[in-house]
């Protein structure tokens, strides 16, 4: 029984310092874990930062190049038919849009859907347009009737996606 008790005289306070051990040990290591994820987010940070704001950047660029004003004028309309000049709006949207589209990814869900919204509101735009003339008439009508259809709306169908984009810009990055 003696030998017990010595035995243990020296057992628990060798446990008491190993288990003391263990969680000074298993501590620093997590705080060591933490500091390397905290580094590694930081780094994150710095690489896609950047990117982000170049994709808010590009996604504005698209809005303003497809605003009905800017289309129309860009593109022009060198004595083409409506039906031709509709089918060049439409095709000068869709590949803005497919140049642009990974750009989605460095942006917010509701941004992205903004962004599409608009675009389907500008094709809307220039389709209703298009369906109250005749396919033959000038292309100069069609661009009459897109304009006159702002002006009645009294708004760009890019408006508001370019302000939430702005806004987004601005409580992320300032």
Same mark, same amino acid.
């Given at each position: ?5 010595e035995l243990l005289k020296i057992l ?24 390397? !994820? ?15 704001? !170049? ?10 190049? =497809? ?11 060198n004595g083409m038919q409506v039906l ?36 389907? &509101? ?9 369906? &109250? ?7 100069? &009508? ?13 708004? !760009?169908?890019?408006? &508001? ?7 987004? =810009? !601005?409580?992320?990055?300032?």
């Amino acid at each position: 029984m003696a030998l017990v008790t010595e035995l243990l005289k020296i057992l628990i306070p060798a446990a008491a310092v190993l288990y003391g051990m263990y969680l000074t040990v298993q501590t620093f290591l997590q705080k060591q874990f933490e500091q390397k !994820q905290l580094e590694i987010k930081q780094k994150n940070t710095e690489l896609v930062t950047p990117l982000r704001l !170049q994709a808010y950047e590009r996604m504005t660029l698209f809005l303003e190049r =497809i605003t009905p004003n800017n289309l129309l004028v860009r593109l022009g309309n060198n004595g083409m038919q409506v039906l031709d000049f509709q089918q060049l709006l439409l095709r000068e949207i869709r590949e803005e849009f497919n140049h642009n589209l990974a750009q989605q990814v460095y942006l917010s869900h509701e941004a992205w859907e903004k962004i599409r919204q608009a675009m389907n &509101d500008v094709v809307t735009l220039v389709n209703t347009s298009a369906g &109250d003339l005749a396919t033959d008439a000038p292309a100069i &009508d069609l661009s009459k009737r897109v304009f006159e259809r702002v002006i009645t709306e009294n708004k !760009q169908p890019t408006t &508001d996606a370019l302000r939430f984009l702005k806004e987004e =810009i !601005q409580t992320m990055f300032m």
